[in-house]
């Protein structure tokens, strides 16, 4: 991989609840030791101060949390702005300051009530329901449940919506923006990964749609929005009809594609859900009670995708060199060889000249996957981003990059 020829560098952002947030930032810290810089802002500020050249991001693809982070990036705030939101925010909730408190930073610290905002009424639907006429459902305790528990989730994004409209980006535009910004979204109603961004128009297909009525702050709040935590965010369309959305990694935990569909030649992927592999230190999950063993069962699967999707790519890759070579090896037309190669992109959506670098936390870090997801402590927030920090570093240099 020669860094230097690359034309157009794109960062993808997964979720993970604060937690991927924070590993996220450890990582762009190691990308900036390294020389990169993150363009962001309006048009005129992102024309002014950056030009274009080796190591400038410039496209940001984000879900959940991964949206939150690439959101501020965007926007063009600094790093250290960013961190700064995170400490602050936790600072003010355990000392019982207010939320607007002056700390010296462009960026308005990020609370526990930013995040997490009451589900309003659907509360009170956790009342039984069993007396309320017949139900379409039968069957033991699964019907009971569902019959029963009608709430949508115990927390709203909305506070996160509001924060992204008032603090981070009053525009709330992607179109405002002087660079790139794709937020990824999973339609409630529908079987469809939905991509928020500035789009000539809106496009539906079976399995993926490109949305262009949503505002950033409203992307990002439906983005965030993980069952059963949070319950689904509503956004109205063009013609008017709400439609909902909710966790943005339900159908791809990396949507790395977006950033090579937009020509991007450099795709660094940061994600931070890495199952447990044993360690003495710790021993088995199996003594650690359920939730530790639902965390390592979500993570294994979502490992698995992830591991498919490189795995394809890869697959792709070689099958594109084997043709390469066969046809130079035989002497046969170039041209013949130019169609077939284009065929094969066109079918299979691979991108020639792309190169993906992939981020994630060692398997053996056990602290890391102990670590709370949803916790503002800057003790285990500076952890997990000194965690992010060595991971990117470890990579960067294999690629010497």
């Excluded at 496209?59 to 790093?79: E, P, Q």
């Excluded at 935990?253 to 660094?268: E, F, G, Q, W």
């Excluded at 490189?310 to 170039?334: D, M, N, V």
């Excluded at 065929?343 to 959506?349: D, L, S, V």
Aim: proline share 3%; hydrophobic share 40%; with cysteine.
């Amino acid at each position: 991989m020669k860094l230097k020829d690359k034309k157009k560098i794109g960062l993808v952002l997964s979720g993970g609840g604060i937690k991927a947030a924070a590993f996220h930032i450890g990582v762009c810290l190691a990308l900036k030791e390294k020389g990169f810089r993150f363009a962001g802002g309006y048009p005129e500020e992102v024309k002014a101060k950056y030009s274009d050249g080796d190591k400038l991001i410039r496209l940001y693809v984000g879900s959940s949390a991964g949206a939150v982070i690439s959101t501020f990036l965007a926007s063009g705030y600094s790093l250290d702005a960013i961190i700064q939101a995170f400490e602050r925010g936790a600072e003010g909730d355990l000392t019982g300051l207010k939320s607007d408190v002056d700390f010296d930073s462009p960026l308005k610290p990020l609370s526990y009530k930013d995040i997490f905002s009451l589900n309003g009424k659907n509360w009170f639907q956790m009342l039984p329901n069993l007396l309320k006429g017949r139900s379409p459902l039968t069957g033991g305790l699964e019907a009971l449940v569902k019959k029963g528990l009608k709430i949508n989730g115990l927390v709203s994004a909305k506070g996160l919506e509001r924060y992204i409209r008032e603090h981070v980006w009053p525009e709330n535009t992607f179109d405002s923006l002087g660079v790139e910004l794709y937020i990824i979204a999973t339609q409630l109603n529908h079987s469809r990964k939905v991509i928020f961004g500035n789009f000539a128009e809106t496009k539906k297909l079976k399995n993926i749609g490109w949305a262009n009525f949503a505002t950033v702050s409203q992307a990002v709040a439906a983005s965030a929005s993980l069952p059963p935590v949070f319950a689904p965010y509503g956004i109205t369309n063009e013609r008017g009809k709400e439609l909902f959305y909710f966790d943005g990694e339900i159908r791809d935990t990396l949507s790395t594609h977006v950033a090579a569909d937009h020509d991007c030649d450099l795709v660094i992927a940061s994600y931070s859900i890495q199952p447990y592999h044993y360690n003495e230190a710790m021993g088995s999950l199996h003594e650690y009670g359920i939730p530790l063993i639902f965390n390592q069962a979500l993570y294994q699967v979502v490992q698995q995708k992830i591991e498919a999707q490189i795995s394809y790519q890869e697959t792709i890759r070689r099958i594109h060199s084997a043709i390469q070579g066969y046809f130079k090896q035989k002497q046969l037309p170039e041209e013949d060889m130019a169609k077939l190669l284009d065929i094969i992109e066109k079918r299979t959506n691979y991108k020639s000249g792309v190169d993906y670098l992939y981020i994630h936390p060692n398997p053996h870090d056990y602290e890391m996957f102990f670590a709370d997801h949803f916790s503002l402590n800057t003790k285990i927030l500076s952890r997990i981003v000194q965690t992010g920090f060595r991971a990117a570093l470890n990579q960067l240099r294999q690629h010497d990059l």
